[in-house]
Nanobody
Framework: VQLQASGGGLVQTGGSLRLSCAAS????????MGWFRQAPGKEREFVAA????????VYADSVKGRFTISRDNAKNTVYLQMNSLQPDDTAVYYC?????????????????WGQGTLVTVSS
């Protein structure tokens, strides 16, 4: 199983980025997918998740209205569109894959993880 996250970079406050996570080696269309992030010195935290068919999306309160998670099962890829970025959004962003569609905000249910992509928001 491989999850390849990309799209991170340096952006100014108020800017936008779109992260991608390409999956291989797993039945992507039967997996829920999640994005988590970890800032320096902090624990990994939930950002957003989407069920296998996109029917349900869940967001952390801190990103609601600014971030949008989506997926393209034909491309085995999940996306995270991030708008109105703030310095507090600076972190390494990880994508995860799991079966099932409940408790999507809990990292312990995710069996597979990507390597992470760094997002830096300058003030």
């Amino acid at each position: 199983v491989q999850l390849q996250a990309s799209g991170g970079g340096l952006v100014q406050t108020g800017g936008s980025l779109r992260l991608s996570c390409a999956a291989s080696g797993l039945p992507f269309s039967r997996n829920s997918m999640g994005w988590f992030r970890q800032a320096p010195g902090k624990e990994r935290e939930f950002v957003a998740a989407i069920t296998w068919n996109g029917g349900t999306t869940v967001y952390a309160d801190s990103v609601k209205g600014r971030f949008t998670i989506s997926r393209d099962n034909a491309k085995n890829t999940v996306y995270l569109q991030m708008n109105s970025l703030q310095p507090d959004d600076t972190a390494v962003y990880y994508c995860g894959a799991r079966t099932g569609g409940s408790n999507l905000q809990y990292s312990r249910y995710y069996l597979n993880w990507g390597q992470g992509t760094l997002v830096t928001v300058s003030s």
